[in-house]
């Protein structure tokens, strides 16, 4: 491959965009879904309160999707209104838009990267791998140094350690320099980061990280590099817009998110030779099945099991 590309997976009711490096390696996930307020889109809603200290309105879509939408506009709580979505939902948050005059019917965002890139449709099989590379919170690099990359309520830490690399020091925080600014892509990382580079970083040490770091986000306009705390640490802000990798695959407590096990289910029929099946899964689940998936199987609700597990059977 000479450039990039794209390779989507679309199903009823989420569509999955890679986008692949000129290597073929993975670059960047996107991901939209239809019982989702979706990023840079535009949506009919009606506001259901207003919060004097956060100094906004809570609105609801008619699909029962909640956002925020900071103004200070008086405004008749029950008024119908359009929402344009600025930051996707969080675990922990709910999307954040503005108000907008119109629906305008504009091209989605990835309605936008297609025509960026040469893409191409293909199964999930194709992509499965690379959403699981995606969501590893370890990476090796260097003959054996490792970045750790951990999310918590309030930030990202990202942890460089040479462990059994025979490389210097300084190669390993040059090269984790790069990792890091891919992973944080990759990933979608935002909010506040906190890196913790290999060995003792001396105040050239820092100096020489710094100036790397900058140069490797120095074309992405949402990263603001801080400097080093004092205790040593090397403080980013990358403000948010989309939802991460782990708020869309993973939920709260780690497990499969319920949208991508109705995709790996969906994967598991269609590759299943027998003609009918027999679905056994979490009834928390049963919700996020397509109707091609319920059409196709008999489906046997166990709440003995965890809710990302699933069993295919012959019926």
């Known amino acids: 491959m000479s450039e990039k590309s794209l390779i989507?997976?679309?199903?009823?009711?989420?569509?999955?965009?890679?986008?692949?490096d000129e290597n073929e390696n993975l670059s960047e996930l996107f991901v939209t879904r239809k019982n989702a307020l979706n990023f840079d889109r535009e949506y009919s809603a009606k506001i259901v309160s207003y919060h004097p200290k956060l100094k906004g309105y809570f609105v609801q879509t008619e699909k029962r999707l909640n956002a925020f939408v900071?103004?200070?506009?008086?405004?008749?709580?029950?008024?119908?209104v359009f929402i344009h979505i600025k930051k996707e939902a969080r675990r922990q948050k709910d999307a954040t838009a503005e108000f907008v005059d119109s629906l305008t019917n504009s091209p989605s965002f990835i309605d936008e990267i297609k025509k960026e890139y040469p893409f191409k449709e293909v199964p999930l099989s194709s992509l499965e791998p690379l959403i699981e590379e995606a969501l590893e919170e370890e990476i090796s690099f260097l003959d054996g140094a490792c970045a750790t990359i951990q999310k918590t309520e309030s930030l990202w830490?990202?942890?460089?350690?040479?462990?059994?690399?025979?490389?210097s020091l300084e190669e390993i925080n040059k090269?984790?320099?790069?990792?890091?600014?891919?992973?944080?892509q990759l990933k979608n990382i935002s909010g506040m980061i906190l890196i913790?580079?290999?060995?003792?970083?001396?105040?050239?040490e820092?100096?020489?990280?710094?100036?790397?770091?900058?140069?490797?986000?120095?074309?992405?306009s949402r990263t603001k590099i801080y400097g080093f705390s004092a205790l040593r640490l090397l403080e980013i802000k990358r403000k948010s817009e989309r939802a991460d990798i782990y708020?869309?695959?993973l939920t709260k407590k780690g497990l499969k998110h319920p949208l991508y096990v109705s995709y790996l289910i969906e994967r598991?029929?269609?590759?299943?030779k027998s003609g009918k099946l027999k679905l056994i899964i979490h009834p928390s689940q049963e919700q996020y099945l397509s109707k091609t998936i319920k059409n196709q199987v008999q489906i046997e609700p166990n709440l003995n099991i965890p809710p990302d597990y699933f069993e295919l059977k012959e019926n």
């Open 196 to 204: 913790d580079f290999a060995g003792s970083k001396r105040k050239n």
């Open 206 to 220: 820092q100096d020489f990280l710094l100036k790397e770091i900058k140069k490797a986000f120095k074309n992405d």
């Open 70 to 80: 900071p103004s200070d506009k008086k405004l008749p709580i029950g008024k119908k």
């Open 268 to 272: 598991a029929i269609l590759s299943s």
């Open 175 to 184: 090269k984790a320099v790069q990792l890091i600014q891919k992973q944080i």
């Open 247 to 249: 708020d869309l695959f």
């Open 8 to 20: 989507c997976h679309q199903l009823e009711n989420q569509t999955i965009i890679a986008i692949l």
């Open 157 to 167: 830490s990202i942890d460089i350690d040479s462990k059994d690399s025979e490389a």
